[in-house]
C-alpha cells in the first residue's frame, strides 16, 4: 500500500462547478499537507500548505486535513478553466528536509 | 520569489551515452531533490542532497549518480543512458518547512 493514494482521474467539470480532490494516507505521523498544481509540460508549484490538521482558504481553493480519518482535501470553487491540471497531495512527517510523500496526481479538466 | 532553473526543457539521447541535467537554485536552500515523473507512476525521488557534496540515494537510485559541488548547483547523471530513462526529470529545493519549489522539468527521450 502507497503511504499517500490518490484517485489518477482524470476528473472532467464544467465551468463554475466545485471541484473535490481528496488523498488519503497511512502514515499517523505525517504532519504537513500540501498541494501541488502541475500544468502540462511543466513543474509542480505549491498551490495550499497545512499544517497539522484542520482548514486553510486561498481565493477559492479550500485545503482540508481531517487526521482522524487520514484524509487531504482540495476544494476549488467556481471553477474555471484556467484551472485545468493536474493536481498532486504531498505529505510529510516533521524536520525531514523536503523529503515529501506524494500521491499519483489527479488530472482535472474544467470545460468552458 | 525562488526561481529553480534546468538547463533543458527537452533532451534526446542515444541509449549508453552520458547524460548530465543541471539544475540551479537562487535563494541559497540547502536542500535540493531529483525526481522522475511517469505516468501512472507519480513522483518518485531519485537522489537528494542535504548540503554541499552530500548526496543520499532515494527510492530510485540505480543508474543515476548525482553532483552538488556547489550550493545552488545539483547534476543528475545518466551513467550510460538505456530507455527505461526516458521520463520527465524534476529538480526541487526546498525552501524551508518542507516546502519545494520545483524546476520546468526536463523531457528526456533516450533512443
Known amino acids: 500500500q502507497k503511504e499517500v493514494e490518490q484517485d489518477p482521474g482524470p476528473l472532467s467539470v464544467p465551468e463554475g462547478a466545485i471541484v473535490s480532490l481528496n488523498c488519503t494516507y497511512s502514515?499517523?505521523?505525517?504532519?504537513?499537507f500540501m498541494w501541488y498544481r502541475q500544468y502540462s509540460r511543466k513543474g509542480p508549484e505549491l498551490l495550499m500548505y497545512?499544517?497539522?490538521?484542520g482548514n486553510k482558504e486561498d481565493g477559492r481553493f479550500t485545503a482540508q486535513v481531517d487526521k482522524s480519518s487520514k484524509y487531504i482535501s482540495l476544494f476549488i470553487r467556481d471553477s474555471q478553466p484556467s484551472d485545468s491540471a493536474t493536481y498532486l497531495c504531498?505529505?510529510?512527517?516533521?524536520?525531514?528536509?523536503?523529503?515529501?510523500?506524494f500521491g499519483q496526481g489527479t488530472e482535472l479538466s474544467v470545460k468552458p | 520569489d525562488v526561481k529553480v532553473t534546468q538547463s533543458s526543457r527537452y533532451l534526446v539521447k542515444r541509449t549508453g551515452e552520458k547524460v548530465f541535467l543541471e539544475c540551479v537554485q537562487d535563494?541559497?536552500?540547502?536542500?535540493m531533490f531529483w525526481y522522475r515523473q511517469d505516468p501512472g507512476l507519480g513522483l518518485r525521488l531519485i537522489y537528494f542532497?542535504?548540503?554541499?557534496?552530500?548526496?543520499e540515494k532515494g527510492d530510485i537510485p540505480e543508474g543515476y549518480s548525482v553532483s552538488r559541488e556547489k550550493k545552488e548547483r545539483f547534476s543528475l547523471i545518466l551513467e550510460s543512458a538505456s530507455t527505461n530513462q526516458t521520463s520527465m526529470y524534476l529538480c526541487?529545493?526546498?525552501?524551508?518547512?518542507?516546502?519545494?519549489?520545483f524546476g520546468s522539468g526536463t523531457q528526456l527521450s533516450v533512443l
Open positions: 504531498a505529505s510529510s512527517i516533521y524536520n525531514q528536509g523536503g523529503k515529501l510523500i
Open positions: 502514515n499517523s505521523a505525517f504532519q504537513y
Open positions: 497545512t499544517y497539522s490538521s
Open positions: 535563494m541559497d536552500h540547502e536542500n
Open positions: 542532497s542535504y548540503d554541499v557534496k552530500m548526496k
Open positions: 526541487a529545493s526546498e525552501g524551508g518547512r518542507e516546502k519545494l519549489f
